[in-house]
């Protein structure tokens, strides 16, 4: 395999870096449980309200907050449990218990010493403040800066322009097949899929560069 040599490392945030499923369960699980429906499976109700997500992001820009409560209403309602949408915010409030997956501190911290490194992220700002992330980045680029998402190349075309280097010598890392090949690879970009589930690739989606189950693999790929 041949060694890269990025001069900016960019990276995908939640499900790459802060493992955003198992920090968030519990916050739905409350949602559900103060719903009255304590029988629905939590992890097949999160994953149709990220799927919805997903959906909105190919839309007009709005705040993330706003498209996660707009999902979560599409959800109850598929599900067919009576609540309030606006109980979204215990999912925000569990922003802060988010953790970083075991190897992100040190290999990030290894990274830092050679390459530029940027955050991209479907996020609100506020939001992204919250996350266990305590570092300095050289470049952030959030949905809210963009004002669009990964899926359509919005946030991606803002990452380019802002890169301060050519695209080819941008190296981005992301777990999300339908927001990050799908918006990163037919603008060019070099794209590592990250695939910490070992889950298959969509048919429908764009191929990957290269195909690693953590970051610290990367770091056997650079010169």
């Not at 990163?184 to 048919?203: E, F, H, Q, S, V």
């Amino acid at each position: 395999m041949a060694l890269l040599d990025p001069d900016l490392m960019s990276f995908d945030v939640f499900g790459t870096l802060v493992d955003v499923r198992a920090g968030s369960y519990g916050a739905f699980r409350s949602i559900l449980d103060e719903a009255g429906a304590k029988d629905i499976d939590v992890k097949a109700f999160w994953e149709h309200w990220e799927h919805r997500n997903i959906a909105h992001y190919w839309e007009p820009y709005r705040r993330y907050r706003d498209i996660c409560e707009l999902s979560l209403a599409e959800t109850l309602d598929h599900f067919r449990v009576c609540a309030s949408p606006k109980l979204i915010e215990r999912y925000f409030e569990s922003f802060a218990n988010f953790r970083l997956y075991d190897d992100v501190t040190a290999t990030l911290d290894r990274l830092s010493r050679r390459r530029r490194l940027a955050l991209v992220s479907n996020i609100d700002d506020d939001l992204l403040a919250l996350t266990p992330l305590r570092r300095t980045f050289d470049l952030v680029c959030t949905a809210e800066r963009a004002k669009g998402y990964k899926p359509d190349g919005t946030l991606f075309r803002h990452l380019i322009d802002h890169a301060g280097t050519a695209r080819d010598r941008i190296f981005h890392s992301g777990q999300s097949q339908f927001t990050d090949l799908v918006g990163g690879k037919p603008l060019g970009l070099t794209i590592a899929w990250i695939n910490r589930r070992g889950i298959a690739l969509d048919d429908a989606v764009p191929k990957p560069d290269y195909v690693f189950g953590d970051i610290v693999s990367l770091l056997a790929l650079l010169a």
